[in-house]
């Protein structure tokens, strides 16, 4: 069956780097456009980025924009997010999901930006 | 604020019919496709109508969707106590070129 498996999470200061991986298994991960969607504690959904299937393009929400890129790794089945000049608002629980219906989600991995 | 606008909370009885709404505007749900998410607290959402009122496989038929022009609705029909959780609607957006939610609706089954 069709797995998404976010890692990468944790404590970082504000102003530094962290990535984000996801890896997949069950599909043709090259078939498929992926995306990531972040939810900051006691919030809703927001979504983050995307990016088509053979990587040809991005599109990102203007509170990323500039500061995080998506991309993906089709001999290793993984989507990446890498997020630079991390801030507070950053904080979220973030999630990548599959294809034209965001469809499944990944278990979704926490950022927390703190000084 | 989100661009897609859910009320913040819904009710009902076990049995009961409940209907969550989801307003927009042209540039995404008057032009692409709705989609709803299930999501119990302290867990990823689960896809529950795609394509404005297609089910995927597994979600009950007590769960449907419709649309008419730039707001789409979810109706839970038959109401029970695994329902209770947060509703999410999105869709595509042609102007903002990403995907816009909808702020969420907490669904209490009383």
């Known amino acids: 069956q069709v797995h998404l498996v976010e890692s990468g999470g944790g404590v970082v200061q504000p102003g530094r780097s962290l990535r984000l991986s996801c890896a997949t298994s069950?599909?043709?991960?090259?078939?498929?456009?992926m995306h990531w969607v972040r939810q900051a504690p006691g919030k809703g959904l927001e979504w983050v980025a995307s990016i088509l299937s053979d990587g040809s393009s991005k599109y990102y929400a203007e509170s990323v924009k500039g500061r995080f890129t998506i991309s993906r790794d089709t001999s290793k089945n993984t989507l990446f997010l890498q997020m630079n000049s991390l801030r507070a608002e950053d904080t979220a629980v973030y999630y990548c999901a599959r294809g034209s219906e965001l469809d499944p989600w990944g278990q979704g991995t926490l950022v927390t930006v703190s000084s | 604020q989100s661009v897609l606008t859910q009320p913040p909370s819904a009710s009902g009885t076990p049995g009961q019919r409940v209907t969550i709404s989801c307003s927009g505007s042209s540039s995404n749900i008057g032009s692409n496709y709705v989609y709803w998410y299930q999501q119990v607290p302290g867990t990823a959402p689960k896809l529950l109508i795609y394509n404005d009122y297609q089910r995927p496989s597994g979600v009950p038929d007590r769960f449907s969707g419709s649309k008419s022009g730039t707001s789409a609705s979810l109706a839970i029909s038959g109401l029970q106590s695994e329902d209770e959780a947060d509703y999410y609607c999105a869709a595509w957006d042609d102007r903002l070129n990403g995907w816009v939610f909808g702020g969420g609706t907490k669904l209490t089954v009383l």
């Open positions: 069950g599909f043709t991960f090259s078939t498929y456009r």
